[in-house]
């Protein structure tokens, strides 16, 4: 699961060193083989061309007689013995032990990046050409592909039915064979894939078997309102969908005093971005103090995110990344930022679930869904603490900033929240009637370069009366029976 997260990688990266320790001794101990091999191969011919210019008088001297029985019994035992024995057995099994460890890549991991490069490339519109010369949105990383690595992108996009990307890789594979080795190697296996990338590209097209130009990205439709839920998330993600001014006309920001007398010394910085729903942006609500007690407590201890399915809890691909919880009793932080929630939403976080702490690599999203949980998850016993209710609201802290990428998109209010250090976003996932909303749908965007991490307080609605009192009115845009619908749905979809 090493590719969902830079720390996971980086542990990673610290094992290739210790490989490449035992292969340098595996070389070395190889090598002073080879050199007594050498060394031995020039005595004995420097001795048989002596024999040789003596001629016939060399069989005549026993002393020749003894030299050359001992050089063809004792010597060439110990030659053929050395040659035999297998050397840098110990750095081989090192080796071996080494590639075995907990977090070692294997081949899923490898899939793994090849479809989160691939879904990078596919959310950001970003070029092949691009991609494979090491500029990620704009930015050069220096990294380029070869003809063999573009080759195997194009050949599990390919796989992942992603035709359009399968054929600009393969191109790009073509374009990048260089050495006349690369040549005769991979053009006929390149070849071999175009043509059924093609044939492909052509059936599904129904034009007469040809197709004209193929281009990598499907061009973005001219109304973006009427789109799958992933588009709109990954929209949203690309920033084509995002708010008008006349939906930011009514917003304001300002210093939140009223919920707490504290505040008044120390007013909370906040912004709205939204109203209807509502949607509030926090800046610098924690110190970094705090994360760095936070990054202590974490340290080690995530792991691959999994979705709640009906029967049990799966690795996605729609989430890859890696996440723990922890209860507020470990730490005294972890109070002090829930009395700070508290303070920011005026609810009640006694019954809040426990800290999520989640951490995103390279390529690592959470794609579109809402928070709250459909009737039917209380009804399989897929809720922990069901009495404690629905998720009523989410506040979602940044723990870093991301270089590139990574973004919170909200698809159907139309907003990209930028990662921003000490900032929090702050929404709930109930109407006034507990009825979930379904206008806070919103997800992860994938990360191009850096890595993030965010805390999620999940504040249930139980305890709350008196702070958000549960309307009779349902304010939601969806009847109850729409809901249950999509709950069937959701259900059906993991
Ligand atoms: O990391 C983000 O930006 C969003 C995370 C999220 O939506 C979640 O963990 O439920
Ligand atoms: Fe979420």
Same mark, same amino acid.
């Given at each position: 699961?090493?590719?969902?997260? +830079?720390?996971?990688?980086?542990?990673?990266?610290?094992?290739?060193?210790? !490989?490449?320790?035992?292969?340098?001794?595996?070389?070395?101990?190889?090598?002073?083989? #080879?050199?007594?091999? /050498?060394?031995?191969?020039?005595?004995?011919?420097?001795?048989?061309?002596?024999?040789?210019?003596?001629?016939?008088?060399?069989?005549?001297?026993?002393?020749?007689?003894?030299?050359?029985?001992?050089?063809?019994?004792?010597?060439?035992?110990?030659?053929?013995?050395?040659?035999?024995?297998?050397?840098?057995?110990?750095?081989?099994?090192?080796?071996?032990?080494?590639?075995?460890?907990?977090?070692?890549?294997?081949?899923?991991?490898?899939?793994?990046?090849?479809?989160?490069?691939?879904?990078?490339?596919?959310?950001?519109?970003?070029?092949?050409?691009?991609?494979?010369?090491?500029?990620?949105?704009?930015?050069?990383?220096?990294?380029?592909?070869?003809?063999?690595?573009?080759?195997?992108?194009?050949?599990?996009?390919?796989?992942?039915?992603?035709?359009?990307?399968?054929?600009?890789?393969?191109?790009?594979?073509?374009?990048?064979?260089?050495?006349?080795?690369?040549?005769?190697?991979?053009?006929?296996?390149?070849?071999?894939?175009?043509?059924?990338?093609?044939?492909?590209?052509?059936?599904?097209?129904?034009?007469?078997?040809?197709?004209? /130009?193929?281009?990598?990205?499907?061009?973005?439709?001219?109304?973006? %309102?009427?789109?799958?839920?992933?588009?709109?998330?990954?929209?949203?993600?690309?920033?084509? +969908?995002?708010?008008?001014?006349?939906?930011?006309?009514?917003?304001?920001?300002?210093?939140?005093?009223?919920?707490?007398?504290?505040?008044?010394?120390?007013? #909370?910085?906040?912004?709205? #971005?939204?109203?209807?729903?509502? !949607?509030?942006?926090?800046?610098?609500?924690?110190?970094?103090?705090?994360?760095?007690?936070?990054?202590?407590?974490?340290?080690?201890?995530?792991?691959? &995110?999994?979705?709640?399915?009906?029967?049990?809890?799966?690795?996605?691909? &729609?989430?890859?990344?890696?996440?723990?919880?922890?209860?507020? %009793?470990?730490?005294?932080?972890?109070?002090?930022?829930?009395?700070?929630?508290?303070?920011?939403?005026?609810?009640?976080?006694?019954?809040?679930?426990?800290?999520?702490?989640?951490?995103?690599?390279?390529?690592?999203?959470?794609?579109?869904?809402?928070?709250?949980?459909?009737?039917?998850?209380?009804?399989?016993?897929?809720?922990?603490?069901?009495?404690?209710?629905?998720?009523?609201?989410?506040?979602?802290?940044?723990?870093?900033?991301?270089?590139?990428?990574?973004?919170?998109?909200?698809?159907?209010?139309?907003?990209?929240?930028?990662?921003?250090?000490?900032?929090?976003?702050?929404?709930?996932?109930?109407?006034?009637?507990?009825?979930?909303? %379904?206008?806070?749908?919103?997800?992860?965007?994938? +990360?191009?370069?850096?890595?993030?991490?965010?805390?999620?307080?999940?504040?249930?609605?139980?305890?709350?009366?008196?702070?958000?009192?549960?309307?009779?009115?349902?304010?939601?845009? +969806?009847?109850?029976?729409?809901?249950?619908?999509?709950?069937?749905? &959701?259900?059906?979809?993991?």
């Amino acid at each position: 699961e090493f590719y969902s997260s +830079i720390h996971a990688m980086s542990k990673v990266f610290g094992y290739e060193q210790k !490989l490449l320790q035992h292969m340098q001794k595996f070389i070395a101990d190889n090598d002073s083989k #080879l050199d007594f091999l /050498k060394a031995r191969l020039e005595e004995f011919e420097r001795e048989r061309n002596e024999a040789l210019q003596w001629g016939v008088a060399y069989f005549e001297s026993p002393l020749n007689k003894y030299l050359l029985s001992k050089r063809l019994t004792l010597d060439w035992q110990r030659i053929a013995n050395l040659m035999a024995a297998s050397t840098g057995e110990k750095s081989l099994s090192r080796l071996h032990q080494l590639r075995q460890r907990k977090h070692m890549p294997n081949e899923a991991e490898l899939e793994g990046a090849i479809d989160g490069l691939l879904r990078l490339q596919s959310i950001y519109r970003l070029q092949t050409k691009h991609v494979a010369a090491g500029i990620l949105d704009g930015v050069s990383y220096g990294t380029q592909l070869n003809a063999e690595h573009c080759l195997d992108i194009g050949q599990q996009a390919l796989r992942l039915e992603h035709l359009q990307l399968a054929h600009a890789w393969l191109m790009e594979a073509n374009n990048r064979l260089t050495t006349a080795e690369d040549h005769h190697q991979l053009q006929p296996q390149i070849a071999e894939k175009l043509a059924q990338v093609k044939a492909r590209l052509s059936n599904n097209q129904g034009v007469n078997g040809t197709v004209e /130009k193929i281009e990598e990205h499907s061009p973005v439709p001219e109304n973006l %309102t009427v789109l799958s839920e992933f588009d709109a998330y990954r929209y949203t993600c690309s920033g084509h +969908i995002k708010p008008t001014p006349s939906d930011q006309r009514d917003l304001r920001c300002g210093y939140l005093t009223e919920t707490h007398p504290f505040l008044l010394l120390a007013p #909370l910085k906040v912004e709205e #971005l939204r109203t209807e729903p509502l !949607l509030l942006l926090y800046h610098e609500v924690l110190y970094q103090s705090e994360i760095d007690v936070i990054t202590k407590l974490t340290r080690n201890k995530i792991e691959r &995110a999994t979705v709640t399915g009906q029967n049990s809890s799966t690795v996605s691909n &729609a989430r890859t990344s890696q996440f723990t919880f922890i209860p507020k %009793t470990r730490h005294k932080v972890l109070r002090t930022i829930d009395q700070r929630v508290e303070d920011m939403t005026g609810l009640n976080l006694m019954f809040a679930e426990d800290h999520q702490f989640s951490n995103y690599g390279v390529g690592g999203h959470y794609a579109q869904h809402m928070d709250w949980f459909y009737p039917n998850a209380f009804e399989t016993n897929q809720v922990a603490n069901p009495e404690m209710g629905n998720r009523i609201a989410t506040v979602l802290f940044y723990l870093t900033d991301v270089a590139q990428g990574g973004g919170t998109a909200f698809p159907i209010i139309k907003q990209l929240l930028k990662p921003e250090k000490y900032a929090a976003a702050f929404w709930y996932n109930l109407h006034a009637s507990g009825v979930g909303d %379904t206008r806070v749908l919103h997800g992860a965007c994938p +990360i191009i370069a850096g890595s993030k991490w965010v805390l999620n307080r999940w504040i249930r609605e139980n305890y709350q009366s008196d702070k958000r009192p549960c309307e009779l009115w349902d304010d939601s845009q +969806i009847s109850l029976s729409q809901l249950l619908e999509l709950s069937r749905r &959701a259900s059906k979809q993991i």
